[in-house]
């Protein structure tokens, strides 16, 4: 078995998609999504695949190995992306090629289902009592915010009590049965993420995200290892090597590594180990597209410490397109009672509606990440 052909689909509404054929005729989807970097990431796809095209897809190991550490340079968020893409359509192939899931081949499933949770509120938290209301409405029983919008680095009290009012309105509204996450999305600096974590103690979430940057958290290390809510953080890391500090650290008691991100199934099974050695849990991140999320799914199965699973039905960012929508059997990601079944089909366990893809990849997407503004005209993280 050989491969025969590397090709990348950038499809609204920002999604990046690779394809890899083969001699067989077996084709291997995976999913590359650097959210406003697809171009960028379709050409270092398309570079690595000199080295694909013409092998056996069914040496992952080997070539993940190789396309990492041949470069020279290696890591972070482009290179892992493109690595993660390619990793994704390699396993789909093997599945496909043994008629098993990605699942069976790394050992079988340890469950059936994951909890899932629905994004409310978008970017700017406003409304998110009565949209927490509708997730549960729609049989979620976990929710995620975002917390502040723009924070400086000393802010006042009535931008946290904005975030107290607004964590408290969705409590109230869903009780203590739903679980909430609350993402400071990095746009936090240290010392309001100290003010803001106190803030949102008596809330009993299910645990703040990204409190600062992760590059940041040594600098908060105290806080965080005091802190009465669980710490989430990683979607911003892209390797087992990123990760080992957070995760030795103790800072950290759920790491939120990308299947698109961070180099792939083979990657994130070994961040995924990492983490289970020191009884931390795992929430892949991913507000991302049908192909990235079915490779979470097959790392949720085989990954005892996996917890919950991040998935963008309905996110802000999806305004052209939706999750569903690339999937020839969208029932396959079916949400009941909160959870999402294993999907148990060869290969990653969905069908990618090629024809749609294509059609959708002639308009393709140029999105960006917005650019927020401080008062005073600095540049706000977002
Ligand atoms: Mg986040």
Request: glycine residues 10%.
């Amino acid at each position: 078995m050989k491969i025969t052909s590397v090709t990348t689909f950038a499809v609204p509404p920002r999604w990046l998609f690779v394809r890899i054929e083969t001699d067989t005729g077996v084709v291997g989807w995976g999913e590359a999504t650097l959210e406003g970097r697809a171009a960028t990431v379709a050409a270092l796809v398309e570079e690595l695949s000199d080295y694909l095209v013409g092998r056996d897809p069914r040496r992952i190991e080997e070539h993940w190995t190789v396309l990492y550490r041949s470069g020279f340079y290696r890591g972070g968020g482009l290179h892992m992306s493109a690595l993660a893409g390619i990793d994704q359509a390699l396993w789909d192939i093997t599945g496909k090629a043994l008629g098993a899931p990605v699942h069976e081949l790394l050992g079988g499933r340890v469950r059936d289902r994951i909890k899932v949770y629905s994004w409310i509120g978008g970017d700017r938290p406003a409304e998110t009592a009565a949209q927490a209301r509708a997730a549960v409405d729609r049989g979620f029983s976990a929710v995620k915010m975002n917390g502040p919008e723009e924070l400086q680095y000393l802010d006042t009290r009535a931008k946290v009590e904005t975030v107290v009012a607004n964590v408290s309105a969705v409590r109230e509204a869903v009780g203590p049965d739903v679980s909430i996450g609350v993402d400071f999305h990095g746009r936090v600096h240290r010392p309001m993420a100290r003010v803001l974590l106190e803030a949102l103690a008596p809330f009993h979430l299910m645990f703040v995200e990204e409190p600062v940057l992760s590059e940041h958290v040594d600098g908060i290390a105290d806080v965080l290892r005091g802190s009465a809510t669980p710490i989430a953080l990683g979607e911003r890391l892209f390797s087992r090597w990123d990760f080992k500090d957070v995760i030795t650290s103790g800072v950290v008691d759920v790491v939120q590594p990308d299947l698109s991100h961070a180099g792939g199934i083979t990657e994130v099974r070994k961040i995924a180990a990492m983490a289970e050695a020191y009884d931390i849990a795992v929430a892949p991140h991913c507000p991302l597209g049908p192909i990235a999320l079915a490779a979470c799914l097959q790392l949720d199965a085989v990954a005892y410490n996996a917890v919950i699973q991040e998935q963008s039905l309905g996110i802000h960012y999806n305004t052209s397109n939706d999750l569903l929508d690339y999937l020839v059997d969208p029932s396959v990601f079916d949400y009941v009672d909160g959870s999402v079944a294993i999907p148990r089909g060869p290969g990653l366990g969905i069908e990618v509606d090629e024809e749609y893809v294509r059609e959708r990849a002639a308009e393709g997407h140029r999105w960006r990440n917005p650019v927020w503004r401080h008062a005073d005209g600095s540049f706000a993280e977002w």
